[in-house]
């Protein structure tokens, strides 16, 4: 009786983990492997022996920080950084500006048709950014797009800057998953709130401003923390949008000279070593951005 009720017992605890093995070894698989060996690939690098004919005469060797010496001194990857941040600059507060005034029009108690509304804004998230960039970079087009057909027939013939294309791309894209988050904050605000702010007076723009918007600030906080991670690793937009203008290098952003050095130059191992120091980055930029905002909730709480 004993050792059966040891069996069940073992059984029980142990549960929890058969649940997990799947899981874990999905994930030591498919995540922290191939991370693993990018890391050790960007210590080190071929050394050629003679004219690099015949076996050997290509060895793979110990580098150490040299790929990523040459990696933080490479001119493009630099320039392809301060052009992600730029493009950043505008991305970010449009697009997070525009999903919390949709969420907060929907919120509000006169919309009507909010569920069709919510689909519509929604709705461009859940095309892929592929096939978003090519519908955009068709639209951009001269000879094909609808709208110079029109602007040229008012007399505009200015070409758009590339910042602003590829910045529009992003904000169609992403508003309505942002929005999506931010109404679902919205919608978990007690209606005792609201009506306490009614009786004493408030009106609607001052609910949203000094109730609805500091309530969802959590919610600001991780789609900014989201869209931090997805601008810094822009790469389907200009990738798409590549073939149609020659306006996009191939090292417009630092993901695009990642794929070039990897696949068109046979580089991996430099490629590897910016690859590891992207990633660097944009742990510490998140990490930062999220414990400025813990001290800044933890202040505000203090008050």
Known sequence: MKSTARRKSYGVKGAPYAFLLPATILFALFFALPIGYAVWLSFHKVKVSGLGLGSGARKEVWAGLENYTDALTDSELVHGALRVLGYGCIVVPVMLGLALLFALMLDSEKVRFAPLTRLAI???????????????????????????????RLGYKRQGPLYLALSNIAVWGGTGFNMIVIYTSLQAIPAEVYEAAKLDGATPLQIALRIKIPMVAPSLVLTFFFSIIATIQ??????????????????????????????????????????????????????????????????EAAR
Request: hydrophobic share 50%; net charge positive.
């Open 234 to 299: 822009v790469f389907n937009e200009p990738t798409t949008l590549k073939p149609l203008t020659n306006s996009v290098s191939t090292t417009w952003s630092p993901l695009m000279k990642v794929h070039r050095d990897a696949f068109g130059d046979g580089d991996t191992y430099s490629a590897a070593a910016q690859a590891v120091i992207i990633a660097i980055a944009t742990l510490l930029l998140s990490f930062g951005f999220l414990r400025a905002a813990n001290r800044r909730q933890k202040q």
């Open 122 to 152: 929604f709705l461009p998230y859940a095309i892929p950014g592929v096939v978003a960039a090519l519908l955009w970079g068709f639209l951009y087009l001269p000879d094909v797009s609808p709208f110079y057909f029109v602007l040229d």
